[in-house]
């Protein structure tokens, strides 16, 4: 029974890493942090103990490795132990990769997989397990997107910097992310309908909450001002005339006319515990635009019944100040939600100056030119449209969420530099080859309706021994295997306490493995012909390929959803 469990386990990267390091320390894992005498050895943490291999040229001998140094820290010379060698050959378990062998070498213990049970238990098993996050989540978490808020108009597309673009994007990309993982996402603010930063954002793909345009939010508005009013954070002209005056001058009265209400937003962090704001934060003066912000958040989060709530401030580093001064001024009227915030960096375009709407008219232009000089006069009609649309969409968003989110991204932004749909240049490049797949498919159901080919048998009736490519390997083991455990990190770095207010996300790993996936698979595709002679004794290879490929079109689409770029079937 226990068996059985372990085979219908999905495979993961994680799971097998700490197998394996409990294999090769033994009885040590249980002496962290004991007292060490003199001669004691000093033993490496278990997640350094292997390394999990990706290049093409270490695959060719090694899955796994560990390296000498690690040895030598563990055992003696870093001869391994024969009862321990044997532990980690025999090695099973829930998630746990199938062992083929090992040996140690000059660079340390080096350990290939059953390459074979591992398609099959991928291929053949249904890759469902794999093309979601490994485990669901819990909580809800509201993605605020300062951009968008009025301030006090509502912004337009012509208004909008490119940087002010990348935090939508972004926060875009997080809920999709973060929803994935099971948890409840809202955004914030609520755009007006007839809006044309509403249409703007869904041209982009984005669709951004909305409500009719007369609605408006001045009961919660008022709430918000009175609760500050009434904060105990409220700075009164008598305390400020002591630190500026010594105690004396004006009238409470006369200085409040003048001065306006203020919340000593100081006082607010050090008193509430809440760490990673800036110190010189001080006083602020509550502006009508403050309150309106305020008021949005309020109604976001206004009906959310789960206890665990976290706000999450998507910003560029330009406005992170005035968004700090808003999530303290949210804390000063009463809310309690956990805020974490999430900043970017700056778009720069050397030589020229583009808003939102003529960097994504620009790209638009030169991706409708690079389609007629590719494809000529078929380039027409709502169908090219609607491709030249989601070209565009995906070429933006691999350009503003390729990059580090912190760090700053540069774009070639003249008008004669164009969008190549050849070579490996992001979007395109990626969208390209996700269209390739689908071709591959519509040319082998028409094989299949003309008669060359049977259908497709289940997987348990295939000898998977007849995938030797060293790149159908790389597919699997750095892409098909990985992925669901790479949708989980984004709620797993939200749950890190500690570090303040900012939060830190590897927001760009998505783009940067859609980008080495294509990479990789149209190496590998260039190479293999899929679709053979339609020769009986062929057709258990052409089989796994198609299972293989098969899974890579559904990977594709997976990660292309948390993008919110559909996929384009042919190209």
């Known amino acids: 029974m226990m068996e059985n469990i372990e085979e219908l386990s999905p495979l993961r990267i994680t799971s097998t890493v700490r197998a394996l390091s409990s294999a090769l320390r033994g009885k040590r894992e249980h002496v962290h942090g004991s007292s060490r005498g003199k001669g004691d050895r000093m033993f490496p943490e278990p997640e350094k103990l292997w390394f999990k291999e990706s290049s093409a040229k270490n695959l060719r001998n090694r899955d796994f490795l560990s390296p000498s ?69 819990e909580g809800c978490v509201v993605l605020n997107c300062p951009a968008l808020h009025p301030k006090p108009n509502t912004p337009t597309p012509d208004s909008m910097s490119l940087g002010q673009l990348r935090t939508v994007l972004l926060a875009d990309h997080m809920g999709a992310l ?135 401030h998507v910003t560029s580093c330009q406005d992170e100040f005035r968004q700090q001064q808003i999530a303290v001024l949210w804390r000063a009227s009463g809310a309690t939600h956990r805020q974490r915030h999430l900043v970017c960096g700056p778009v720069k375009t050397p030589g020229s100056h583009l808003t939102a709407a003529q960097y994504l008219q620009l790209r638009k232009a030169q991706m409708k030119e690079a389609s007629e000089m590719k494809y000529g006069d078929k380039v027409e009609g709502q169908t090219w449209d609607d491709i030249i649309k989601v070209m565009t969409s995906a070429t933006v968003r691999f350009e503003l969420l390729s990059t580090v989110h912190t760090s700053p991204v540069t774009l070639d932004v003249q008008r004669e530099g164009g969008v190549s749909t050849k070579g490996p240049r992001g979007g395109v490049f990626v969208m390209y080859n996700c269209a390739r797949l689908h071709t591959l498919f519509d040319s082998y159901e028409r094989g299949v309706e003309k008669g060359l080919y049977p259908e497709i048998p289940d997987g348990s009736q295939l000898d998977f021994s007849a995938l030797k490519e060293e790149g159908e390997w790389l597919l699997l083991f750095n892409y098909l295997i990985p992925f669901s455990e790479l949708l989980d990190q984004s709620g797993q770095s939200l749950d890190c306490e500690g570090g303040g207010a900012r939060v830190s996300i590897k927001t760009e790993q998505i783009c940067k493995f859609l980008v080495s996936l294509s990479k990789d698979f149209s190496s590998y595709y260039n190479r293999v012909h899929v679709l053979g002679e339609p020769l009986p004794h062929l057709f258990n290879q052409m089989f796994c390929r198609l299972y293989l490929l098969r899974a890579l079109r559904e990977l594709y689409h997976s990660a292309l959803e948390t993008l919110n770029l559909p996929p384009i079937r042919q190209l």
């Not at 044997?86 to 083929?100: F, K």
């Not at 973060?178 to 603010?189: A, I, T």
């Not at 001002?225 to 010594?246: F, M």
Request: hydrophobic share 35%.
């Open 69 to 137: 140094t690690m040895l030598t820290t563990l055992y003696a010379d870093g001869q391994v132990p024969p009862a321990v060698m044997s532990r980690v050959l025999s090695l099973r378990g829930s998630g746990v990769l199938p062992v083929a062998g090992g040996e140690v070498m000059g660079e340390g213990l080096r350990l290939r997989v059953d390459r074979v049970a591992a398609f099959r238990a991928v291929l053949a098993g249904g890759t469902t397990e794999y093309l979601n996050a490994s485990s669901q989540r």
């Open 178 to 312: 973060l929803k994935r993982q099971g948890f409840e996402v809202y955004f914030c603010p609520t755009l007006p309908e007839d809006s044309n930063v509403a249409a703007f954002l869904q041209a982009l793909g984005i669709d951004w909450p909305t409500a009719p345009a007369n609605c408006t939010n001045d009961e919660r508005e008022e709430k918000i001002q009175k609760a500050l009013e009434n904060s105990p954070y409220r700075e009164r002209g008598t305390e400020r005339d002591r630190r500026t005056s010594g105690g004396g001058g004006r009238k409470p009265v006369e200085e409040e006319n003048e001065g306006g209400l203020r919340i000593n937003l100081k006082r607010v962090f050090q008193q509430e515990g809440l760490l990673g704001y800036d110190p010189t934060l001080g006083t602020c003066k509550v502006h009508r635009d403050s309150v309106s912000h305020l008021a949005q958040l309020d109604l976001s989060t206004a009906d959310i019944t789960e206890t665990m709530v976290t706000v999450l």
